[in-house]
């Protein structure tokens, strides 16, 4: 600052001398003097340089609206252009003498760095499974990055969760669903049985208890319909009913015939309807197991079904005709229970076999209402109750000797079917119905 004002002193001076040499009037210097610079936005290059062109360096005056974002560089690698400008304050007053302005335009490189690049994560994984399975333990699920954060860009949120679960204490009780509804008499006379019971809807945990399936707290029956069956019944219910027969070689051909005659005896005695009545399937075993009808309510030809059907005299495959009859149920209707009925002579001739009929019996169980029929007593009733559906005395039902089934049609009859009607009550019935045209 020292030296400018003292050349400018100087500079006063010799003019003064020369002024007064030559007879002139004194003249003052006046050094041209500018504003501070003014900054303006760092522009797109190639924006500023189309500026440049037109003579114009100040985005305001050149774009109606102010300046888009469009038109600005934030950053990116080579940079942007930004303007410096100044104006003059105090123009020379002698133009032969005083200092020209210096230059009012400044072009520089602007925002010359890499842009930031914010950190980007994916979803969030499926939960773990608990570490532990009670008194507390963790899960816990993570979510990856996906980009980075370079150059400032903002960090990443948390990319891992913990959370606890399975607080509750491991020895703990089951906890039990609410009681069912009462289930349809297991018989229609002669003192069925109906129940109830609880399912669990939590099992229990470490060394807590839980009721067993048929204790009071889980199980209630009671008797019903004690009163007498009529001697000649029909059956009525809407039913699909699979009969097994015991062709094996324990049943003689005589036994065979009497078996045959009982089947008839219980197809007279029965409603047969796909509407609202019975349907009847019918299949036979022995070493072999042969589907002989399919469910149908034709009578006529569940007629002729039984009686060509042959005798084979083999072996017992219970475990095979309990499959069949599961594989039949696939002709049964939605809207009727079903009920599997088999009548048999004998126990399973090997091991093996009686293996084979309980676990065929676990397989049809939960899909269909499994009785039996002991032909001999040779068969008690206790060896074949655990195949059969609960209540396990409402499903076995015992005859002494296969010759005498045709005399048991009323009592096998009442024994599956919960809907019966006196005989002649029934045929009077049907024949006042008057004909559909």
């Not at 036994?255 to 009545?277: E, F, T």
Request: aromatic share 8%.
């Amino acid at each position: 600052r020292n030296n400018v004002c003292g050349t400018k002193k100087l500079k006063q001076e010799v003019i003064t001398i020369e002024s007064k040499q030559s007879g002139g009037e004194r003249l003052e210097i006046n050094d041209c003097s500018v504003s501070e610079w003014k900054p303006g936005e760092c522009l797109n290059a190639e924006f500023a340089a189309f500026m440049s062109q037109k003579g114009v360096y100040e985005p305001g005056k050149f774009v109606e609206g102010g300046v888009s974002p469009m038109m600005l560089h934030t950053c990116g690698l080579g940079g942007g252009t930004q303007f410096f400008l100044r104006e003059p304050v105090s123009p020379p007053k002698t133009k032969d003498f005083g200092a020209d302005c210096p230059p009012l335009r400044l072009k520089t490189v602007c925002n010359d760095f890499e842009c930031p690049v914010d950190c980007q994560l994916g979803d969030w994984e499926g939960w773990s499974s608990c570490s532990k399975s009670c008194d507390g333990g963790m899960k816990r699920r993570v979510r990856p990055v996906q980009v980075y954060p370079q150059y400032g860009g903002e960090e990443c949120d948390p990319t891992k969760q913990e959370e606890t679960c399975d607080a509750l204490a491991c020895d703990r009780p089951c906890v039990l669903n609410d009681w069912g509804p009462w289930r349809d008499c297991t018989r229609a006379c002669e003192k069925g049985i109906t129940w109830r019971s609880r399912s669990i809807s939590k099992p229990a945990t470490g060394a807590g208890k839980c009721p067993r399936t048929f204790s009071k707290a889980r199980y209630h029956r009671e008797y019903c319909n004690d009163n007498p069956c009529p001697s000649d019944v029909v059956c009525l219910a809407k039913l699909d009913l699979i009969i097994g027969l015991d062709a094996s070689g324990s049943m003689t051909e005589d036994g065979w015939k009497a078996q045959s005659a009982a089947l008839l005896g219980i197809l007279d005695r029965v409603k047969l309807s796909a509407k609202d009545g019975l349907q009847i399937g019918l299949a036979k075993f022995a070493w072999d197991v042969t589907p002989v009808a399919q469910l149908t309510d034709d009578k006529a030809a569940l007629i002729k079904k039984v009686k060509d059907l042959p005798y084979d005299g083999w072996t017992t495959n219970l475990g095979g005709l309990f499959r069949m009859m599961k594989g039949m149920l696939q002709f049964g209707r939605r809207d009727a229970p079903s009920v599997c009925m088999t009548w048999t002579d004998g126990r399973p001739s090997y091991p093996s076999d009686e293996y084979d009929a309980a676990a065929g019996a676990d397989e049809l169980r939960p899909v269909c209402r499994l009785m039996i029929v002991t032909m001999r007593p040779a068969v008690p009733k206790e060896s074949v109750m655990p195949w059969v559906s609960h209540p396990k005395d409402q499903n076995v039902m015992a005859v002494d000797d296969p010759l005498v089934m045709a005399d048991k049609v009323n009592d096998i009859t009442t024994f599956y079917c919960a809907k019966i009607q006196r005989h002649a009550d029934y045929i009077a019935t049907t024949t006042a119905e008057p004909t559909k045209s």
